[in-house]
């Protein structure tokens, strides 16, 4: 962490530090119902040590942390080879949401639960036919006494297979909103969508899983048909819940999901691959490698940057964008020139190839890959930018 | 972390100071061979900046490294031409460092004389470190610091030849045609390693600066320029070139104030945070070098038209206090060696 530590900073680190030491487990990818499991145990163990959720407030069950104590953590984590978190949706994306736009009964209904990894959280923005284009989504409910009716499809849900819980954007209005309003921030697209947190064993919904390319499996598809969900399930104002979702985007692609530590654990492996291949000496490889380390630097200075704002009480808005595209980049970039290192190795899964973990590269090269697809393709971080930061005019 | 209250004025005030002074109609005189003169540099010195890092017991704002690397940033948008780097960034933190050891060196005293003279706008500094073949403005220059085989030497009365560049504004001069009455100033080379961090990191706060002023400049441009019914901003292959330079240039701004914090702390990463900024700015910089020409079209590559003032200082620093490739190599060396360390 580059921002100056308090010395209550270094304590926890130093608590942090010891603990994981002695407690992360060895696990394998989430991509399993019985593997989902250990890893949901595991967030138990890490809750009832204190460390989930840190900078929620100490009436949710947090520390009361500041975003600089969460970002210590985070990188310990890393540091300690902790394994992915699968209640990240949860502490990550919709505990920020139900902050700025939940009601009081909401907070105190959900939070302790995903706090103490009891509920599993799936985010169901993206369906067939609206991906990029979010604002275009289909999934329509329809008020029906105090509850609202849910019909339609949501697709690429993370953890989706395994998840309790789905927070979903569904259309209450507009429903016949011209499709030909194409334009990004065409007000008449968005204005109808409502943010909603649905029971995934409510009647009517069915999960589907879909395997990863990389052979993992959890990814979902969720069909609602007639599924009652009671309207105090929705999160902010119904057809106003826009802005809410850009909450819940804006976490997302935020500095602190993607602790810096963890590229720079990644770019030590990739000097050890370049010395197990006796390329360590080669200049071009040098050359390559010291650039990969600048940018990993660059991109811990973004963060800190991201840390600092943060703390200050400010909001990174469309800047994110820049966070976005420089982590999900860097990391596509960093695994695909250790795959080009192995070089006739690089096909290999097996320890015969001369990596520690060579299987688990791999893994983290096709999820780097799926990196610029998530939490908004490049393409639309580069549209944002060129939009809203550099004010560039619209077609 | 950020740039504090004064630390933004600071850059505001130079801002404006140098578009005002130095506006393209002078840095065209100055390609057409009209001297400099001191008037821009006197206006400097009114406003503190000749002497910001100048020690306020000498008569300067007793800046930092930071204030430097936001005042050049700006200095980098205007193009100025003096050498503000070479005298803010690097000689006066020799010439300080020189004074500090005076009780071993007897140049000491002689370098509090110059602090002063500097803060006071009457003395230029210019450096050449690290075997540079060339030295920038040693035309207008007092006093030469100049690293031979690792000592320092202070050089007053010297002849300097002039050579052909390519940014005519940017004045070089062939460094081994200098005539000298040589005598070191110190004999300790541990002073020079930090010189050349500053230069280095100097030169990267002025690159993201030009880099800046192109992203603007074409940014504006793309705004009125329309070409099929609209103004070429709005084609999306022009948007994400123009956004690609953003992002680099936000990282590399970020190394620059990284490495700046290192300076001023005298950090244990100082060298290794120098080179990653001067990779990174110029990395964001020949980025934004090639987009400004490119999204100009044919009336960026006259003459007339003022970009190529900018292009050409940005392509100069490129190699001014070690490219990219030396500074990854710096790099690879402490990555590599890092067991050794
Ligand atoms: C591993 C993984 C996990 C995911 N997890 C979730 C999840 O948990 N919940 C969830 O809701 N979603 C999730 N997603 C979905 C993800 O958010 C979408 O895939 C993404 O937003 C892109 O939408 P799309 O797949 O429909 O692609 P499309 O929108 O069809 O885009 C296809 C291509 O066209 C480009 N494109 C589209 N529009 C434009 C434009 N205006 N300008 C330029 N280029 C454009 C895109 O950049 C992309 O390259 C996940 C995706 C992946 C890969």
């Known amino acids: 962490m580059d921002p100056p530590l308090t010395s209550a900073h270094v304590a926890f680190r130093d608590e942090a530090r010891a603990w994981l030491a002695d407690h992360v487990p060895d696990l394998p990818p989430p991509g399993s119902p019985e593997a989902f499991e250990q890893h949901v145990s595991w967030e138990r163990e890490l809750h009832e040590a204190g460390f989930q959720a840190l900078h929620w407030p100490e009436e949710y069950g947090g520390r009361g942390a500041d975003v600089v104590t969460q970002a210590i953590f985070e990188e310990e984590y890393v540091r300690a080879d902790g394994p992915d978190r699968v209640t990240v949706l949860g502490t990550n994306l919709l505990a920020p949401t139900l902050f700025a736009h939940g009601t009081d009964a909401q907070r105190q209904r959900w939070l302790p639960d995903i706090l103490a990894a009891r509920t599993i959280w799936s985010q169901g923005f993206s369906e067939p036919d609206a991906g990029s284009d979010l604002a275009s989504l289909r999934t329509r409910a329809e008020r029906d006494g105090d509850d609202l009716v849910v019909n339609g499809q949501k697709i690429w849900t993370s953890y989706g297979a395994y998840a309790d819980w789905i927070f979903a954007l569904v259309r209450t209005s507009n429903f016949s909103a011209p499709r030909a309003d194409s334009t990004p921030d065409g007000p008449t697209k968005h204005a109808g969508i409502t943010f909603v947190a649905i029971d995934l064993r409510s009647d009517g919904v069915e999960v589907r899983p879909i395997i990863q390319l990389d052979g993992h499996a959890g990814f979902s598809e969720v069909f609602f048909t007639d599924v009652r969900v009671p309207i105090d399930q929705v999160i902010g104002e119904i057809d106003d819940g826009w802005p809410v979702a850009m909450t819940t985007l804006a976490a997302e692609r935020d500095a602190p999901a993607a602790p810096p530590a963890r590229y720079e654990r990644d770019l030590r492996d990739l000097i050890d691959i370049a010395r197990a291949v006796g390329l360590d000496t080669d200049d071009v490889v040098r050359d390559r490698i010291a650039g990969l380390h600048v940018r990993v630097e660059c991109y811990r200075h973004q963060a800190a940057a991201t840390v600092a704002t943060l703390a200050a009480g400010g909001s990174l808005g469309d800047g994110a964008s820049v966070t976005k595209l420089l982590w999900s980049e860097l990391e596509r970039d960093l695994y695909a020139f250790g795959l080009e290192l192995l070089g006739a190795h690089g096909e290999v899964l097996d320890d015969r190839a001369p990596l520690r973990d060579v299987a688990g590269w791999h893994s983290r090269y096709w999820y780097a890959r799926a990196a610029t697809i998530y939490a908004g393709t490049s393409e639309i971080q580069r549209n944002i930018l060129a939009r809203r930061v550099l004010a560039l005019p619209k077609a | ?341």
């Open chain 2, 1 to 341: 972390m950020f740039p504090t209250e004064e630390q933004h004025a600071l850059r505001e005030m130079a801002r404006d100071l140098f578009a005002a002074a130095s506006p393209p109609k002078r840095l065209r005189a100055l390609w057409d061979g009209e001297d400099r003169g001191r008037d821009v540099w006197k206006r400097l010195a009114d406003a503190g900046l000749t002497g910001l890092t100048v020690p306020q017991e000498h008569g300067g704002g007793g800046g930092g490294f930071r204030e430097v690397v936001l005042v050049l940033g700006e200095a980098g948008y205007a193009a100025l031409p003096e050498p503000l780097l070479e005298t803010v960034a690097v000689g006066v933190p020799l010439l300080t460092e020189i004074a500090r050891l005076a009780e071993e060196t007897p140049g000491g005293a002689w370098a509090h004389g110059w602090l002063e003279r500097i803060a006071a706008g009457d003395a230029i500094v210019t450096v050449q470190l690290g075997g540079a073949p060339y030295v920038v403005d040693a035309d207008v220059a007092d006093l030469l610091l100049t690293e031979i085989e690792g000592s320092l030497f202070a050089l007053t009365d010297f002849g300097a030849e002039p050579v052909v560049t390519e940014d005519r504004a940017r004045r070089l001069f062939d460094a081994h045609a200098i005539v000298d009455s040589r005598s070191a100033v110190t004999h300790r080379p541990a002073i020079l390693e930090p010189a050349r961090d500053r230069g280095a990191v100097g030169t990267a706060a002025l690159q993201t600066g030009i880099a800046r002023r192109l992203l603007d400049t074409t940014v504006e441009y793309a705004r009125t320029r329309q070409q099929f019914g609209q103004p070429i901003g709005a084609f999306q292959a022009v948007q994400h070139q123009l956004a690609d330079v953003h992002v680099a240039l936000t990282a590399a701004g970020g190394a620059v104030w990284h490495a700046a914090g290192a300076i001023d702390d005298d950090g244990p990463d100082r060298a290794h945070a120098a080179a990653v900024a001067k990779a990174a700015a110029n990395d964001a910089a020949s980025l934004a070098n090639r987009v400004a020409l490119q999204l100009h079209g044919g009336i960026g590559f006259t003459w007339e038209h003022d970009l190529h003032l900018w292009l050409k200082r940005g392509l100069a620093l490129q190699q001014a206090y070690g490219s990219a490739r030396e500074h990854r190599r710096r790099i690879a060396a402490d990555l590599f060696d890092e067991e050794s360390r």
